[in-house]
């Protein structure tokens, strides 16, 4: 009888623990490549960007990540969900990170090299605010 239960409750762990994982597994976010071309092909015609019109997908805020940022930190101080464990922002200095939030959730981001956009500092927008243009003087 101990043996059983023992062996149940094992088996339930286990399901359990798949379960867990399927679901962080589901809800991590990969970077969006078609807008991430979309911008950088806008930037390069227009020299010049609204989000509001360029992406397929709702948002309430934008975040833009310079080099070396965490934005897990950020997010976690914002009360943003994010599955994603890492980011290559953190260990690269020639992109730029795009992240979208709608919710208080992470929906889509985008890795734009600086040659197209670059910052001083990380910044967020709401998304009517979500235009950047290239100042080609003050680059």
């Known amino acids: 009888m101990r043996k059983r239960y023992l062996i149940c409750i094992l088996i339930i762990l286990v399901i359990g623990g798949?379960?867990?994982?399927?679901?962080?597994?589901?809800?991590?976010?990969?970077?969006n490549l078609v807008?991430?071309?979309?911008?950088?092909?806008?930037?390069k015609k227009n020299k010049s960007v609204d989000f509001s019109k360029i992406t397929n997908f709702d948002f309430e805020f934008m975040y833009v990540?310079?080099?070396y940022s965490v934005p897990e930190k950020v997010f976690n101080e914002d009360k943003v969900k994010c599955y994603n464990s890492n980011f290559n922002i953190e260990l690269c200095d020639d992109i730029n990170m795009i992240a979208f939030v709608k919710s208080n959730k992470f929906v889509e981001y985008v890795n734009i090299p600086r040659k197209y956009i670059d910052f001083n500092k990380s910044v967020k927008f709401k998304k009517g605010?979500?235009?950047l243009s290239i100042d080609n003087e003050n680059k």
């Open 65 to 67: 990540f310079t080099p």
């Open 18 to 31: 798949r379960g867990v994982f399927k679901y962080k597994q589901h809800n991590i976010v990969k970077e």
């Open 129 to 131: 605010e979500a235009k």
């Open 35 to 43: 807008l991430k071309n979309e911008i950088i092909q806008e930037m």
